[in-house]
């Protein structure tokens, strides 16, 4: 079974241990939903170092390459950062569906939770 790759989007903490455990959580549920989760949280941190700007860039572009790839954009979670608000931005602009977690998981159980 081919399955289409899904965004994940969350409004991460900044607590690197917090931020992947929740990034794996929400990798989780969307695979279990049928898709291929892709969430750049939980490997980007691993090599790139965030307070290097030139890095810091680099991991927004292999982010928005990832997003364009990608079938469909998962808004996680219930706060709205700016970096969400741009990443849906993009899949707008991309024609790329944007959803919530409880959307993908409502369409799973056909409108059943």
């Known amino acids: 079974m081919k399955r289409s790759l899904a965004y994940i989007t969350a409004a991460w903490r900044?607590?690197?241990?917090?931020?992947?455990?929740?990034?794996?959580?929400f990798c989780r549920v969307v695979y279990?939903?049928?898709?291929?989760?892709?969430?750049?949280?939980?490997?980007?941190?691993?090599f790139l170092n965030d307070a290097v700007p030139e890095?810091?860039?680099?991991?927004?572009?292999?982010?928005?390459?990832?997003?364009?790839?990608?079938r469909v954009l998962v808004v996680c979670g219930h706060t709205i950062t700016e970096s969400m608000k741009n990443d849906i931005a993009v899949a707008q602009r991309l024609g790329i569906t944007a959803t919530t977690l409880e959307?993908?998981?409502t369409v799973k159980g056909q409108g059943r939770r």
Not at 14 to 25: T, V
Not at 55 to 60: A, D, S
Request: hydrophobic letters at 35%; charged letters at 25%.
């Open 55 to 70: 890095e810091h860039k680099n991991g927004i572009d292999m982010g928005r390459d990832l997003l364009r790839r990608s």
């Open 103 to 105: 959307g993908i998981l």
């Open 32 to 46: 279990d939903a049928g898709y291929s989760p892709i969430c750049p949280m939980l490997y980007l941190p691993l």
């Open 14 to 25: 900044g607590d690197p241990a917090a931020d992947m455990e929740q990034a794996a959580h």
